[in-house]
T-cell receptor, first 111, second 115 residues
Framework: KQEVTQIPAALSVPEGENLVLNCSFT??????LQWFRQDPGKGLTSLLL?????REQTSGRLNASLDKSSGRSTLYIAASQPGDSATYLC??????????FGTGTRLTVIP | GAGVSQTPSNKVTEKGKYVELRCDPI?????LYWYRQSLGQGPEFLIY????????DSGLPNDRFFAVRPEGSVSTLKIQRTERGDSAVYLC?????????????FGPGTRLTVL
């Protein structure tokens, strides 16, 4: 069964810092990998989706990379802002149609 | 346009009661998913519908859980004889399901508390 791990579980950084969130998965036979943001008491907002044939995707201050063969992905956030504070989840899609999620990284950006 | 909506946003019930949770997907999305998220965990897959039929229900934890989507749009997740361990946020997602590259769009969830 696919297992997804996210490190660190929690992270606090001062405003303006660049940061990297890590995601690893055990089965490299994936269709795609998706990064989500979850605010307290809210649903999930999709940030970036990387297809298995792609190496990275960028959206604004966010950049996600994928190394399928080693089972790793990173989410890079540039020039962090207090509004970036949230839990970040990565999820992989395998042969089944559902997503396998990690447990998330809780990010706090201190003003 | 409207996103995925879920009702109620919060549900408090007593152990042993029956509950229904509703999901209204994005119009035109043929695929619908239910996930369950326990405190401090990532969402876990429950069931996937393609149209009206449950294409994969392998994530349902036991036979107290059942879901329907009779007209291929709105879905209802039904939980019988609720237990305290059923307390969680239940998330619904939908996608166009042209292929497995599609993005899943999530609703805000229903927070279920079983006392």
């Amino acid at each position: 069964k696919q297992e997804v791990t996210q490190i660190p579980a929690a992270l606090s950084v001062p405003e303006g810092e660049n940061l990297v969130l890590n995601c690893s998965f055990t089965d490299s036979a994936i269709y795609n990998l998706q990064w989500f943001r979850q605010d307290p008491g809210k649903g999930l907002t999709s940030l970036l989706l990387i297809q298995s044939s792609q190496r990275e995707q960028t959206s604004g201050r966010l950049n996600a990379s994928l190394d399928k063969s080693s089972g790793r992905s990173t989410l890079y956030i540039a020039a962090s802002q207090p509004g970036d504070s949230a839990t970040y989840l990565c999820a992989v899609r395998t042969g089944a149609n559902n997503l396998f999620f990690g447990t998330g990284t809780r990010l706090t950006v201190i003003p | 346009g409207a996103g995925v909506s879920q009702t109620p946003s919060n549900k408090v019930t007593e152990k042993g009661k029956y509950v229904e949770l509703r999901c209204d997907p994005i119009s035109g999305h043929t695929a619908l998913y239910w996930y369950r998220q326990s405190l401090g965990q990532g969402p876990e897959f429950l069931i996937y519908f393609q149209g009206t039929g449950a294409a994969d229900d392998s994530g349902l934890p036991n036979d107290r859980f059942f879901a329907v989507r009779p007209e291929g749009s709105v879905s209802t997740l039904k939980i019988q004889r609720t237990e305290r361990g059923d307390s969680a946020v239940y998330l619904c997602a939908s996608s166009l399901q042209r292929d497995r590259t599609d993005t899943q769009y999530f609703g805000p969830g229903t927070r279920l508390t079983v006392l």
